[in-house]
């Protein structure tokens, strides 16, 4: 990952996690809270791919996970938004064609967004956090999805936008 990126990418994490926990976290909706940084690790992983989705998303994560009000074990989203920048990053456009389809980004965030969720939740059951099932897992998904997919319109192709001018070189194909 080039100097460009690393500094484009730790600009957007930082903006992304205050305004969520300022500013997001703090609207008081039911459910629960859209997830900035998961479009902004999406966004990043649909433009340069696999691995610097992965790296963005460890990263992106691992603020999360140390940033205050954080109630849970360091390195529990940092994985789970690893693996969805992963994911994410394997829809990425190879060769010439840099853009993405409306249709395809959204279902990207609508799968990531549940995926996320029920992932979160498992890890933590693992670890023994049962914060999840007193609150339900399924409402909780489903509340993750609609307010991620509502907010992916506007957050993820303007990450992408300047993904793509901070570095214009197309993913080389496989």
């Known amino acids: 990952m080039g100097a460009a990126r690393a500094l484009y990418a730790a600009v957007l994490i930082v903006v992304g996690l205050v305004v969520q926990v300022s500013v997001l976290a703090r609207l008081g909706l039911p459910g629960a ?3 900035l940084l998961m479009l902004v690790v999406i966004g990043m992983a649909m433009t340069w791919g696999p691995t610097a989705g992965c790296v963005v998303g460890f990263a992106a994560g691992l603020c999360a996970d140390l940033a205050p009000p954080a109630d849970h074990a360091a390195g529990r989203y940092a994985f789970v938004l690893c693996l969805a920048g ?3 990053g394997l829809f ?7 853009r ?6 959204i279902l990207v965030v609508v799968v990531l967004a549940a995926l996320t969720t029920v992932l979160y939740a498992g890890v933590g059951a693992l670890v023994g956090d049962t914060a999840a ?3 339900g897992l399924g409402r909780l998904m489903t509340t993750a999805v609609v307010y991620d997919a509502l907010l992916a319109p506007f957050v993820v192709p303007l990450v992408m936008t300047g993904a793509r001018r901070i570095d214009p070189q197309p993913l080389m194909p496989i």
């Open 33 to 35: 809270v859209p997830d």
């Open 133 to 135: 099932r007193n609150v």
């Open 86 to 88: 992963y994911v994410a």
């Open 92 to 98: 990425a456009q190879r060769g010439r064609q840099p």
């Open 100 to 105: 993405q389809s409306v249709v395809t980004t």
